[in-house]
């Protein structure tokens, strides 16, 4: 099982930016697809962006132009640059990793959250 471990959560002013970091470590399927996730209080998690191993990327429209998500295939960890921050960002921020043309598994690290104050 693929272990995932989030960090580089925080508070931040609206518009204000930060820099998530996730590490995945145990058995790890490649080629893979990494993604961010996120849930806000009271709503389901939700997927923001995800990146193949090749750099292909895709994202959520609430957060395309101000977001940016990388990964370093060397060290399996995944980035999520956030930019231009708004209140409506807030939640608990989680990665996650699947092979190519499978569902995402149902399995989560603790996440980290991510707090915007207007």
């Known amino acids: 099982q693929v272990q995932l471990a989030e960090s580089g959560g925080g508070l931040v002013q609206a518009g204000g930016s930060l820099r998530l970091s996730c590490a995945a470590s145990?058995?790890?399927?490649?080629?893979?697809?990494m993604g961010w996730f996120r849930q806000a209080p009271g709503k389901q998690r939700e997927l923001v962006a995800h990146i193949f191993m090749g750099g292909v990327t895709d994202y959520a429209d609430f957060v395309k132009g101000r977001f940016t998500i990388s990964r370093d295939n060397a060290k399996n960890t995944a980035y999520l640059q956030m930019n231009s921050l708004r209140p409506e960002d807030t939640g608990v921020y989680y990665c996650?990793?699947?092979?190519?043309?499978?569902?995402?598994?149902?399995?989560w690290g603790q996440g980290t959250q991510v707090t915007v104050s207007a």
């Open positions: 996650n990793s699947r092979p190519y043309n499978s569902e995402w598994p149902d399995h």
């Open positions: 145990g058995s790890i399927f490649r080629p893979n697809v």
